[in-house]
């Protein structure tokens, strides 16, 4: 029998060999995944196009850093989840277990299955503007970049996404991670790069090279100067970088949870012997990945404010925003930097290497609302079909079916109703729903699993003698409560709309009524559901 | 016929008192426990004068009452680890000493799973409530005679079992692990084994297979992707198949009505092989919860007329 023994001076606890004594995974591996997933190329920049113009008065720059410091509060709350609870079922898990098996399966369904059905076509709009708009464009076909951002171009990139999306779920994460990990590297070289074209380069080289290949590419002259312009004809003043009035810099935080809420987004622990060390492992991972996205936000910022002048950076997401931009495309600012070596070969490559944070982080789209399904199909709340994976080629067929086909039907409504393209923060509202109820959850952990939270090491992580995880607990319900406040009270988030309510409340209510038709069929069936999560005394 | 079957406790107390009180909780006519009883972690308490001193989830506690060692031994147990208590010389020694460990360790297994048989006793209204014991792979060969001693406990491994006009028969070893594990055999040897215990069966029809290594590929035995150093890749995003071939192929050639498996504690789930029903309750021990699988079997149509995975 091989021991192991831990502890400083004798050992604190002897291990005997047996099956499933795994070491911790690598900080550097979940660092990844989280910056990955609080995407600051594709959704951080996607989003700074509409959240600037939304809220003029309001510092881009302030609001990033302040959102940052509150989702490390969901990071330390998360983190005491999972090293109490470490599930690979997340959300789901946690409030079944927690709260009730009704709540969990609602606002898991709602938060990690139905709502990717509205994500698919917004990873589509940005990869059509992001990808395929840029790449054209250079390659001098402007008509064609043009094409991407017509209805029908958005809903042919949507069904390639959502294709894409599929197929990997399809053959599984263990080539895809590999790809993942490959795209995270090329996408910071990429950057590296495009920091170097910005701080080597004037602001006057800039406005040159913009006029010049506005003018080569879409035969628009003098694009500097008619972008500002275009900006301060929408009625449009660009606030200045720096640290400005606070109230309107608050009320870009719920917009900012666009990009900066999914550090634990692919956050799970495996390993059955949990220590005082799995905290802080797990912690590291989440909130270097957090802080790795800020600070990448905040260089781009500088060296935005440096080259392209912060005026313009704003102006050209103000005009586009208003419809005014004068360039037949999205104002994606790293094609723009590229734009500063006058090679078109550069230019593509400096597009492709940047579309790796696309590729690095598609794969995912899909991944969770597996988990919920198969999940949801042994618990028989789904029927056992759903959970069917074909014996040849290993396919997941019916989850797929599942997944795939509301997201295409999704997906031509947001291509071809502009209007409902504009409820892009209801993607981020469901699943704030979400992470509230587990927060909740965290909350009220030591009095519901009184035994369970003892012997975590969660509870032994405390500052003044106060343990932090629940603190933390209920400092994210505070940012999520406002967060939702916000997005329900103020119209310029474009939630708080009939059409939008009513789209997210038919969420909720399909939940719910799949929760109780199965409830129904099963009990006629003779199986009881309510004894699935019904703990069985121990005296 | 409704029977619970739960596996994989790994030493919770816990999880064994759940396990006992399954049967009246969800009113079956038998409880199965698939494997691996045993507990991975052994908790060293010193005593020292007038107090105790142990280590709990990396915080170093002093246990000055009778009680709060008490208290503390509850805690060690229902997350399936051995209290041990010594003092401070025994501990140094027990660190040094080639195998000494290994031999506290038997001795600390061995003394509770005869504790536990004990509370079974009532539990199981003396033998009334059938009741099958396994090992798994973790498991010590010296739990074997343990659990075959006991009055009202039935040892499954290698024998067939009328369990209410069905025919049940069990085996406990795996294929090989990265850990070199107890009852480990290269998929040639297990598929011996297995035909072996299949031979018994007089009606595939009625047929309960209780094979602690899920089939390969059945989506039963996902578990993480491990480096050479034993740490999970990819952040533990990479799952792949570890089960057995030999289980799997046991499965396609005699379509049993039920198989039952453990092993792979995070994948739980249910699979359809041809006609049989495969199923792996997974198992959270650790958390003090008892996973496992309630089954209405159909002694007229010998078959498995419904299925609930439950969280205990």
């Given at each position: 029998m091989a021991t192991e023994a831990l502890g400083d001076?004798?050992?604190?606890?002897?291990?005997?060999?047996?099956?499933?004594?795994?070491?911790?995974?690598?900080?550097?591996?979940?660092?990844?995944?989280?910056?990955?997933?609080t995407n600051f190329v594709t959704l951080a920049l996607f989003e700074f196009t509409f959240a600037g113009p939304a809220f003029p008065q309001g510092q881009l720059l302030t609001s990033v850093v302040i959102s940052a410091i509150l989702v490390s509060f969901l990071v330390v709350a998360y983190t005491g989840l999972i090293v109490t609870i470490p599930r690979a079922g997340?959300?789901?898990?946690?409030?079944?277990?927690?709260?009730?098996?009704?709540i969990g399966f609602v606002f898991a369904v709602t938060g990690w299955w139905f709502i990717l059905w509205l994500w698919a076509p917004i990873y589509g709009n940005i990869l059509a503007v992001q990808f395929f708009e840029p790449l054209w464009a250079t390659l001098g076909s402007p008509s064609g970049a043009a094409w991407f951002g017509t209805n029908n171009g958005i809903f042919v990139v949507t069904l390639i996404t959502i294709a894409l999306a599929g197929v990997l779920v399809s053959i599984g994460m263990a080539g895809y991670a590999r790809i993942q990990k490959?795209?995270?590297?090329?996408?910071?070289?990429?950057?590296?790069?495009?920091?170097?074209?910005?701080?080597?380069?004037?602001?006057?080289?800039?406005?040159?090279?913009?006029?010049?290949?506005?003018?080569?590419?879409?035969?628009?002259?003098?694009?500097?100067?008619?972008?500002?312009?275009?900006?301060?004809?929408?009625?449009?003043?660009?606030?200045?970088?720096g640290f400005g009035p606070l109230g309107p810099t608050l009320l870009l935080v719920p917009a900012m949870m666009f990009f900066i809420l999914w550090p634990?987004?692919?956050?799970?622990?495996?390993?059955?012997?949990?220590?005082?060390?799995?905290?802080?492992?797990?912690?590291?991972?989440?909130?270097?990945?957090?802080?790795?996205?800020?600070?990448?936000?905040?260089?781009?910022?500088?060296?935005?404010?440096?080259?392209?002048?912060?005026?313009?950076?704003?102006?050209?997401?103000?005009?586009?925003?208003?419809?005014?931009?004068?360039?037949?495309?999205?104002?994606?600012?790293?094609?723009?930097?590229?734009?500063?070596?006058?090679?078109?070969?550069?230019?593509?490559?400096?597009?492709?290497?940047?579309?790796?944070?696309?590729?690095?982080?598609?794969?995912t789209l899909f991944l969770s609302s597996t988990r919920v399904i198969f999940a949801a199909a042994f618990d028989r709340v789904l029927p056992d079909r759903a959970a069917e994976v074909s014996e040849k080629r290993k396919v997941p067929f019916y989850s797929l079916i599942l997944m795939l086909l509301p997201a295409v039907g999704l997906g031509a409504i947001y291509a071809y109703w502009t209007t409902f393209r504009q409820y892009t923060l209801d993607a981020t509202l469901v699943i704030a729903v979400t992470y509230l109820f587990t927060s909740i959850a965290v909350v009220v952990l030591p009095w519901v699993k009184r035994d369970l939270w003892r012997a975590s090491p969660a509870s032994k992580v405390k500052l003044l003698g106060v343990p932090i995880v629940p603190v933390s607990g209920v400092i994210s319900i505070g940012l999520l409560v406002f967060c939702l406040v916000e997005w329900l009270s103020n119209?310029?988030?474009?939630?708080?709309?009939?059409?939008?309510?009513?789209?997210?409340?038919?969420?909720?209510?399909?939940?719910?009524?799949?929760?109780?038709?199965?409830?129904?069929?099963r009990r006629r069936q003779g199986i009881d559901l309510s004894l699935i999560n019904k703990e069985i005394p121990v005296e | 016929m409704r029977v619970f079957f739960a596996t994989d406790i790994h030493g919770s107390e816990v999880c064994w008192r759940k396990f006992l009180n399954a049967a009246s909780f969800y009113k079956a006519d038998a409880v199965i426990l698939g494997g691996d009883v045993t507990g991975k972690v052994m908790v060293p308490i010193t005593e020292h004068n007038g107090y105790w001193q142990v280590v709990l989830a990396g915080e170093t506690v002093r246990l000055d009452t009778r009680e709060e060692l008490a208290d503390a031994e509850r805690q060690i147990r229902n997350r399936g680890s051995y209290p041990a208590v010594m003092s401070p010389d025994e501990l140094t020694e027990l660190s040094k000493e080639e195998g000494a460990v290994d031999r506290r360790f038997s001795v600390e297994m061995i003394a509770s799973l005869d504790?536990?048989?004990?509370?079974?006793?009532?539990?199981?209204?003396?033998?009334?409530?059938?009741?099958?014991?396994?090992?798994?792979?973790?498991?010590?060969?010296?739990?074997?005679d343990v659990i075959d001693a006991s009055p009202c406990v039935t040892f499954g491994e290698g024998r067939l079992i009328d369990l209410g006009g069905f025919h049940l028969v069990s085996m406990g070893w795996t294929n090989p692990t990265p850990w070199d594990t107890f009852?480990?055999?290269?998929?040639?040897?297990?598929?011996?084994?297995?035909?072996?215990?299949?031979?018994?069966?007089?009606?595939?029809?009625?047929?309960?297979?209780?094979?602690?290594?899920?089939?390969?590929?059945?989506?039963?035995?996902?578990?993480?992707?491990?480096?050479?150093?034993?740490?999970?890749?990819?952040?533990?995003?990479?799952?792949?198949?570890?089960?057995?071939?030999?289980?799997?192929?046991?499965?396609?050639?005699?379509?049993?009505?039920?198989?039952?498996h453990g092993h792979i504690h995070e994948s739980r789930g249910i699979k359809k092989m041809g006609r049989t029903l495969a199923l792996n309750p997974g198992s959270v021990y650790g958390d003090g919860v008892l996973q496992g699988a309630l089954l209405e079997l159909d002694p007229k149509k010998g078959k498995v007329s419904k299925y609930l995975l439950v969280n205990g």
């Open positions: 001076e004798r050992p604190a606890l002897f291990l005997r060999k047996a099956t499933g004594l795994v070491r911790g995974w690598s900080v550097r591996d979940s660092m990844i995944y989280a910056v990955l997933s997340g959300d789901y898990v946690w409030q079944t277990r927690i709260l009730s098996s009704g490959w795209a995270f590297y090329g996408g910071l070289i990429g950057f590296l790069v495009i920091v170097g074209l910005l701080l080597f380069n004037s602001h006057a080289d800039f406005i040159a090279a913009f006029n010049q290949e506005a003018s080569n590419l879409f035969g628009v002259n003098h694009a500097y100067a008619a972008t500002n312009a275009a900006a301060v004809k929408a009625g449009f003043h660009a606030p200045s970088l634990n987004w692919g956050a799970s622990l495996y390993g059955e012997i949990r220590g005082a060390s799995d905290f802080k492992r797990v912690f590291r991972g989440m909130f270097f990945g957090l802080w790795i996205t800020t600070a990448l936000v905040v260089i781009f910022f500088l060296l935005m404010a440096k080259t392209f002048g912060w005026g313009f950076y704003q102006n050209a997401n103000a005009a586009y925003f208003n419809g005014t931009f004068p360039l037949p495309v999205w104002p994606y600012p790293f094609m723009f930097a590229g734009w500063l070596v006058h090679n078109t070969a550069f230019q593509v490559i400096l597009i492709l290497v940047m579309s790796l944070w696309f590729f690095g982080w598609v794969g119209d310029n988030y474009f939630v708080n709309n009939t059409s939008s309510l009513i789209y997210m409340g038919a969420m909720y209510a399909l939940a719910i009524v799949i929760y109780l038709i199965a409830r129904v069929v | 504790r536990w048989l004990d509370m079974a006793d009532g539990k199981l209204k003396g033998g009334e409530i059938p009741c099958l014991l396994n090992g798994g792979n973790d498991d010590i060969w010296e739990i074997d009852r480990e055999a290269p998929e040639e040897e297990l598929a011996a084994k297995i035909e072996a215990v299949a031979n018994l069966v007089p009606d595939m029809g009625r047929a309960i297979f209780n094979f602690h290594a899920p089939p390969y590929g059945s989506g039963l035995d996902e578990a993480p992707a491990l480096d050479a150093n034993l740490r999970p890749t990819h952040g533990g995003a990479v799952m792949k198949p570890v089960g057995s071939t030999a289980v799997r192929d046991a499965i396609v050639r005699h379509q049993p009505m039920l198989s039952v």
